[in-house]
Each structure stands twice: as C-alpha cells, then as structure tokens.
C-alpha cells in the first residue's frame, strides 16, 4: 500500500496550476529589489517543482492502486528526478526501485540527492545499499563512511559499512567500525542494541574472536537496558539478545517484565513464554518452565511442543498418568513427530497398560520406518505382559539393527532387559548370559548385578558368586530394599538364617508398599529361626496381599506343627 504521503501529493498537484499562475510581484507602493525578486523567483520555480513532482507521484500513487506497476513507476521515477532536493521523495521511490531489483534506476534518483550539500546520512546510507547491490563496493564503502559522518547516531551507516567490509573479506576493519559506534557517547537504546546485534554476527563468522566479540556486545546490551527503553518491541529485541548471548539473568527479567507489559498479542506472548521455558530448561529449572509452557497451552491449547515438553516433565517427576495425556495430545496435534509415540509408550507402560503402549508402537509401526526404538519399546512392551516369546524376537531385532547402525545403543541397560525377560521366560542359561554381558559393559551397573545374584540364589546355584555380587549392589545403594531383600535371601539360602534376618526386615521397613515376597521370605527366615508363629504371621501377611498356594501350602504344615 503507498505512503500516505500521496494524500498531500494529490493536494499539492490540485494546486500546481494556481502557483503557476499567481503574479510573481509584491503588491504595494514600493517595488521589490532585485534581489527580493530573484529570491522569490526562485522560491516559485522551486514551488512549482514540487508541485509538478508531487503531482507526478500522486498519479503513480493512481496506477498503482490501479494494479499498472508499470505506469506506477515511470510517474515515482519523474516524480523523484523532478525534484531531486525532496529527499522523503528520493528515499521512496528508490526504495521501490530497489524492491523491484532495479538498483541502476534506484541510483539515477539518489545520486542527485546525494549531491546536494545538505545531503542528510539516510540518504548517503541509500547510495551506499545501492553500489553494494550493484557490486561496486569500494563506492559503497565511501557512501557508508559519509553517512556516518552526517548522522553519526544513525545504525544505518554503521550496520552497511560493516557488511560492506566483511563482503570485501576485511573482517578487522568490519570490527573497527563495530568498536566506533560502541564508542559513541550518547548513543539511544536502539542504537546500542542494534550493534550490539552486528557484535554477535560477528562472532559467529569469526570464531577465534567469538568471546571478544560477545563481551563487547554484552557491554552494549547492558548499557541499553540501563536506559530502560519504554517500547515494548524494543524491550523484546534486548531481551531476544540477552538470551541469545547466553545471558539469562538479563533475558528472563525482562521477558518476565514484558509479560505484564506486553499487549495482549497471543503469538508474541507465546513467544516470550517458550523463550523463558527455554531459559528454565537449560538451567534445569523444570518448575519453571512447566509453569510456562502450561500457561502456553492455556492460551493456545493447539501447541504440540508445549504438551511435547510437559510430558517429558511429567516422566521426569514420576507422574506418568499426567506424561500420557500430554503425549497423547501431542500426538493428535503432530502426528508426525516420531519421538512422541516412544515417551507415550515409556508412559503406558510406567502406568501398567503395557496393552495400551503395544498399540501406540503399532501406531507408529505403521508412519514410521522401523527403528532401533521402535523395536525396543515394542519388546518392552510385550515382556510387560508376559509374552516373552514375542518380546525376544523384537529385542534381536533392535540388537540388529543397533549393530549396523549405531552400536552405542546396545549399552548395560539394553542387555539387562534382555537378560531379564529371559529369565522369566524361564531360559536362565540365557539369561545368565546376558546379565554377565551387561556387567562387562559396566561391571558397577548394581541392578544386573542384584539381579543375577537373586536369580542364581532362587535357584541354589553358585552362592558364594551370588552373596559377592548381591554385596557389591548393596555398597553401591545401601537403602535399597529390593537389594536388602536378595542379600537375605542368598544368605538364608546359605543356611544362615540368623544373618539374613536384619536384612529382610530392613528391607520391608524401607519398601515403599508392603510386598507379598518379602512376607514370604521373613516367614521362610523366621521358620528357619524354629520361630513358628513369627513364621505363620509373616506367612499371612504375604497371603492378604497376594493370593499364592505355595504360601498356603507352607502355612497349612506349620500350623499342622
């Protein structure tokens, strides 16, 4: 749309024919001086080129509207070279001309302009966009320094001669320019955040200078703030800069200032939130950045990345019921974004639906190419509901694929799993192996080393070997009652039950839920111990929780005694 200044055009042209034809001659008894005359002579043609000028762009104001760009531009280009001193008039239509890539024409209407002794430094940053464009650098270098001469405050100048500098590969003199505007005294906030802006560019293109650069640009942003700028979009850009050097201090004051000040503006507002839950996130703040994202949601219930993140915050806090309803809603809302079907299994099957999650996995199967993941979710999945038939076959499938992909993956925890639906499909050879294959990838991970001490101690194999490892698990977490409970178990198992009584029932102290196995086994210990009613006590306990004929059968032949 132009500028409204073609209002005043059409004005200006309505009168064009009055001051062409008013007499030149004061009025009076006395008759003006030569001088005077020529002065007002001068003043009228200057009038009438305006007037012809302002005529000639309101008409291409006409075509334009009129969609005859063409006619449009032949009437701004007379309009500017009509009246070469109106520089509002010189900047627009070489603005247009250069929008339309016609640089050659955009300089036949600045260069007059620009030699005029009054010439301001917009218009010599103009000429200056115009050689750059037209590859003529060394001119555009000059025009810059000008400008920058007659408007010293002025971003352009400085901003166009150091791109000129760093495109003719001077990246030292691009510096020295940058250094030059920081050092000006009186400098707006603007001003300052702006080159603050060409400090990091510049850092990024030139490594070795990155933090120099950084601190400068820090330094600017700071004195900017401390002129505390009243416009909101402003306050933005500092706040963007801040962030982007890495300052969060500085960023989240004043993103958190900005959202009380902020019009109510939904997508700028959701800009400023997921910037701030950014800031949190790397500060590992996850309160914080939950309290953002959820207030994203509240205002845009359509954001998949902020239910994406949400969920990933629910995992990490142990809440899987709420981890699910945010992955199941970025799903509906991005259903091509992979990631999110894997945490929404991870989630089901933390939960205990591990039904639900085979059939998120098959969801997926059916987008998505098969993957290391895919496969091993899909195996974790079936093993949760004891089809570990089933579950194997997709745990080789990953290892496979692991193998000629990314070997990394096939990490202690990827063997444990595989270790441990083994051992409940009831192949502990198998099993046996793959435990000890997770050891030698991490001989410290106390989980496969709790659990092959139990499975060979269940078992009345290789005791001694079992106690060892079940010792060293425990060392490793003292207060953990699964491993408490398999140090009592090995050591009843090696008939020394006075031993493994403390630690069977400090285990049922620190479990978290009374466990229907570690009643069994204190009855076990305590029948041991020739303590029967001790024994009978833990026995039942162990039944209310769970239903087990073995426990009935143990209990029925000590209350036989």
Known sequence: ????YWIWSLVVASIAGLATSCCPFPCGKQQASASAIRRELADERALTRAAEAHAHYARGVIHEMNDEQEAANGEYYKAALQDPGDEFLALEVSRRFLQGKQPEKALEIIAPAAARTNATGEIYSRLGIIYSQLGKMEQAIAANRQAIIRSPDSLDGYQNLFLGYLRTKQPQEALKVLDQAAARPASDAEFLVGIAALYASFGIGAPGEKEAAKAKALVLLKRADQLNPASPSLRLKLADAFNLLGDSSHASRLYLELLKRLPDTAAVRERVRANLADI?????????????????????PTNPQAYYFLGRFALEANKPAEAVEHFRKMN???PNFEPAYYLLAMAQIDIGKPAEAVATLEKARQKFPATFALEFWT?????RQKAYGEALKHYTAAEIMAKATDPKQLDERFYFQVGSTCERKGDYAEAEKYFEKSLQLAPDFAEAMNYLGYMWAERGM??????????????????NAAYLDSLAWVLFKLDRPKEALPYVLQSIKLNEQPDATLYDHLGDI????????????????????EPNEEIRKKLAGADSK
């Open 1 to 4: 749309m132009p500028s409204r």
């Open 280 to 300: 949190y996130l790397r500060g590992s703040d996850h309160k914080l950045a939950a309290e953002q994202l959820e207030a994203i949601v509240r205002d845009d």
């Open 332 to 334: 509906l809302l991005s």
């Open 379 to 383: 195996a974790l999945a079936l093993s």
């Open 462 to 479: 290789k005791l001694e070997k079992a106690r060892e490892l079940i010792e060293k698990a425990l060392k490793a977490e003292p207060k």
């Open 526 to 545: 305590y029948a041991a111990l020739k303590q029967l009613a001790k024994a009978r006590e833990a026995w039942r306990k162990s039944l209310s929780l």
